[in-house]
């Protein structure tokens, strides 16, 4: 079922489909997992946070456009927005081209690392997918 999906080891991830790349500890890269970009097809809009605010869990943190629909990209981490990938506004296409690299959406130094812990790892989050995918075929039938 998830094999539809790319899910790269490295990251955790969140029920919402947010994807945190954590660096030292200190930091996480946050952005919309593969799963997320291909349920809003083809994206044509982000809202960006502002640098320096300060972001809790589950807060919004970016905004995201498609022709499909809006959706909202909550923080999985608690601190202070210290990098915006702007190269969005121009190119949201990036989300869906490239989420996990070039569609990055911010860095959030971190105000309490042990935050991390609470997310899912890659093999924890293709099962919850799995279970998803499953719900959905027993609602079609």
């Known amino acids: 079922m998830s094999?539809?999906?790319?899910?790269p080891d490295d990251l955790l991830y969140t029920k919402e489909h947010e994807w945190v790349k954590p660096e030292?500890?200190?930091y996480?890269?946050?952005?919309i997992t593969d799963y997320a970009q291909k349920k809003l097809r083809e994206i044509i809009y982000i809202e960006l946070p502002h640098l320096n605010t300060k972001?809790?869990?589950?807060e919004v943190l970016s905004t995201v456009e498609?022709?499909?629909?809006?959706?909202?990209?909550?923080?999985?981490?608690?601190g202070k927005i210290?990098?915006?990938?702007s190269k969005l506004l121009d190119h949201p296409e990036m989300l869906n081209e490239s989420?996990?690299?070039?569609?990055?959406?911010?860095?959030?130094e971190l105000?309490?690392?042990?935050?991390?812990?609470?997310?899912?790892?890659?093999?924890?989050?293709?099962?919850?997918?799995e279970e998803l995918e499953e719900e959905k075929t027993e609602e079609e039938m």
């Open 55 to 58: 972001i809790k869990t589950r």
């Open 82 to 85: 210290v990098e915006v990938n």
């Open 24 to 26: 030292k500890k200190k």
């Open 28 to 31: 996480a890269v946050v952005g």
């Open 99 to 108: 989420p996990y690299t070039d569609g990055w959406i911010a860095k959030v």
């Open 66 to 78: 498609s022709v499909k629909s809006t959706a909202d990209v909550f923080s999985p981490v608690s």
């Open 3 to 7: 094999e539809r999906y790319e899910i």
């Open 111 to 129: 105000s309490d690392p042990a935050e991390l812990d609470k997310l899912m790892d890659a093999d924890e989050y293709r099962r919850f997918l």
